[in-house]
């Protein structure tokens, strides 16, 4: 069914969420909308998936995992 399909999105959002919410207690993190900063941070995986998926030879893995520390250093930076 649908909802089945969609359970391990919902899941992995819902552990996104505490783990932006934890950040946030710990002060990692700047306080502001759980929801928001969850939905930034899933956009931007998904742009690196999309981008590695679409694009293999441009973006290959040592590529991928470049711009993704830098991508999360600069998202991070820019939430504290």
């Known amino acids: 069914s649908r909802r089945e399909q969609t359970r391990p999105m919902i899941e992995s959002f819902d552990a996104l969420q505490s783990a932006v919410r934890a950040a946030m207690d710990a002060g990692?993190?700047?306080?502001?909308?759980?929801e928001t900063y969850s939905r930034v941070?899933?956009?931007?995986v998904h742009g690196v998936t999309?981008?590695?998926?679409?694009?293999?030879k441009r973006f290959?893995?040592?590529v991928i995992e470049?711009?993704?520390?830098?991508?999360?250093k600069m998202m991070l930076n820019g939430l504290k």
């Open 60 to 62: 290959t893995p040592e």
């Open 28 to 34: 990692v993190m700047k306080r502001g909308d759980v």
């Open 50 to 56: 999309a981008l590695a998926l679409a694009d293999p």
């Open 41 to 44: 941070i899933w956009s931007l």
């Open 66 to 72: 470049k711009n993704t520390r830098l991508a999360l």
